[in-house]
């Protein structure tokens, strides 16, 4: 399988397991990506890792050149494409640290650059996204979850959604009757623009807290951030057990 990219989110400024052998920050035609791409070895295999939101965190999901950063790991050579999404759980299958592989997708994000395909720098396409992320990609995802002994829930609706604030409760119930079982801020446009790309490109996503109105109260921070530090080590592993198997 072709050349494997790692787009760590919130949690993931680095992958742990990732041995650095260079980092470069290619030229792109739309600006600046998050932070220089990082070349490296995991479990003995070349792997390419960006993060997402750059150095210390500095990037709101809004403000993430996401057409830099998938232009830039295509032009690095990548060839599959892992978006590590750390994210809020709607449904009961859903609760805090769950890992989950998303197979569909709902966008309410608003005013980000979302397409190659803007008729001045490629021209207009309309590409088909009825199955939003890689089949073979999930399917080798979900296999490196049985490997690495991590259980994972293989289908989930991502909801996408603007940031940087949390969604009321009343979107939150908006988003379940719409479908959606998992709640993010970068899932999109990063999958599209993938797909433009002819990335194969999947979601890992875990789940730091209930989405709002689905827990105790309002959701607090110290909350997220325990959950987030218990998800590192099994999504590592996810991902080191994927490298090893390609
Ligand atoms: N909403 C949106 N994005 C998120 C959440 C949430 O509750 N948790 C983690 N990312």
Known sequence: MGLLAVIGGSGFQHLGGLEVVSTEQPETPFGPVSAPIVRGELAGRPVLFLAR???????????????????????????????????????????????????????????????????????????????????????????????????VVATATYGATQGPRLETAGEIARMERDGCDLVGMTGMPEAVLARELGLCYASLAFVVNWAAGKGEGAIAMAEIEGHLAHCTGPVERILAALAAAA
């Open 53 to 151: 939101h750059g150095a210390g965190h500095r990037l709101p999901p809004h403000r993430v050149n996401y057409r830099a950063n998938l232009w830039a790991l295509h032009a690095c050579g990548a060839e599959r494409v892992v978006g590590l999404a750390a994210v809020g759980g709607i449904t009961a299958a859903f609760g805090p640290r769950v890992i989950a592989l998303p197979d569909q997708i709902v966008d309410y994000t608003h005013g980000r650059e979302h397409s190659f395909h803007d008729g001045e720098s490629y021209p207009v396409h309309h590409v088909d996204f009825t199955d939003p992320y890689c089949a073979p990609l999930r399917a080798a995802l979900r296999a490196a979850c049985a490997v690495a002994g991590v259980p």
